[in-house]
């Protein structure tokens, strides 16, 4: 794409979000400072990449994951890989015309491992295995037991190493819970009966319990002309949350009336006696014409014995890509990490760590690095819920290159441990995770 076409192409066209096109392996990489041995594994991030250049919404596009390998205190290699699904073997076709064909992913969400599968995730279709040098393996379908779509952020039960999971469709059913054994196969698929069709990309879940959110984005083929998706925000619709036993059914979905809003991401949900605390990045709304309101940290808390809801805001400042450590996630957190966002910019300046217990939190500007998510790893030497570190790609606008970089959890504004220099731009894309050997 021109610089002049660029300049007036929408933001995910365009600066980092735009997408790359060349396939690499760069081998032995650079690093400043000094890359835990403990950290033996693959930080692998997915987004959406369109082979085309084009895209009519930032949530389209072919995904790309890329992986930064790191043994022995060294970076081995990047490596950047298309996820090579039918549709991107079509390059031609069309998204929403693979609606109804499962294989027709664009697999640019997620990237996770369970039962010993990577898998590339979004949420209106099937995930797609990759190997663990990113080539595409194909589809999972558990089995043929997987009818429907799986959503792109599934949750890994850190106690029963359960997946937790559900799609949504524009057609009955609108939504379906899913759960997986921590071997891989699909043990539960139950129907729940929702008013309509929305759009639902995340859920809650807690040790008892999982939480849905049906909000008000609905689905409307008339978004298509002023959002690029064919969804829009439909207050009248109201806005609930689905308390359901985590290896129930439909008939003990009990539902709690909450004020009109979006949730993309939340942070973790856990239990507290009859109550259920879920923070959450909460926005007034979302798929409006024009500008949609941005997220903020909020706290719902649940009490079943009142049947009320009760919402907290928990910070004023723009932050999304929340995380916790993969140890709580269902439980009772202490911590969590978000990125920062300067005013409307669709990128992360800064990380943020919360202490929700005693309300305080650690802010590292970047200097004008452009961060992703913060994944959390653990340290097997440290103590403590946050006994580990934070990996998140940041991107250098001066020099158009990324980097890893590499921080202390329990030193959030101290010196980094290590930053591993990448010769190539990785795109902001979504989401990614750390997969340990």
């Known amino acids: 794409m021109s610089e002049a076409r660029q300049e007036k192409a929408p933001f995910w066209l365009r600066d980092n979000f735009a997408p790359t096109f060349e396939e690499r392996t760069d081998y032995d990489l650079k690093v400043i400072g000094h890359i835990p041995e403990s950290l033996q594994g693959t930080l692998l991030r997915n987004g959406a990449n369109p082979q085309s250049g084009e895209s009519a919404h930032w949530f389209l596009g072919n995904g790309m994951l890329h992986g930064v390998r790191i043994e022995a205190g060294q970076a081995k290699w990047y490596r950047n890989r298309y996820v090579k699904t039918p549709l991107f073997l079509k390059p031609d076709g069309d998204v929403m015309d693979g609606l109804g064909d499962m294989t027709m992913s664009a697999a640019n969400t997620n990237v996770i491992q369970h039962a010993g599968k990577i898998m590339a995730l979004e949420e209106g279709h099937w995930p797609f295995e990759v190997s663990n040098e990113l080539e595409t393996v194909g589809p999972n379908n558990y089995e043929r037991k997987l009818e429907g779509a799986m ?70 083929f008339e978004g298509m002309a002023t959002t690029g998706l064919p969804i829009l925000w439909d207050e009248s619709y109201g806005a609930r949350l689905g308390v359901m036993p985590r290896n129930g059914g439909n008939a003990e979905v009990v539902w709690y009336e909450i004020d009109p809003c979006y949730v993309f991401h939340p942070l973790n949900a856990y239990e507290n006696g009859d109550k259920i605390v879920i923070d959450v990045c909460r926005m007034d709304d979302t798929m409006k014409p024009g500008s949609s309101a941005p997220p903020m940290l909020h706290r719902w808390t649940i009490d079943q014995a009142s049947g009320r809801v009760t919402e907290t805001q928990l910070d004023d400042r723009v932050v999304d890509f929340p995380r916790v450590a993969d140890a709580v996630v269902g439980l009772k957190h202490q911590y969590g990490y978000c990125a920062a966002f300067a005013g409307s910019a669709p990128y992360g300046e800064g990380l943020i760590k919360y202490n929700l217990e005693k309300g305080t939190s650690e802010y590292r500007h970047l200097d004008g690095g452009q961060a992703s998510e913060a994944v959390f790893v653990k340290d097997p030497a440290a103590s403590g819920e946050d006994g580990g570190f934070l990996l998140s790609y940041v991107y250098q606008p001066e020099i158009d290159q990324s980097e890893v970089l590499i921080l202390n959890a329990q030193d959030m504004l101290g010196e980094p441990a290590a930053r591993i220099q990448i010769p190539a731009r990785v795109p902001a894309g979504f989401h990614g995770n750390w997969i340990g050997d």
């Open 151 to 220: 959503t792109a952020h599934p949750k890994i039960c850190p106690e029963t190493g359960e997946l937790l999971a559900f799609s949504y469709g524009m057609t009955p059913p609108y939504l379906t819970y899913l759960r997986a054994s921590a071997s891989g196969e699909l043990l539960q698929t139950e129907q729940i009966e929702v008013p309509g069709a929305t759009m639902i990309h995340d859920f809650n879940v807690t040790r008892n319990f999982v939480i849905f959110m049906d909000l008000p984005a609905v689905w409307n």
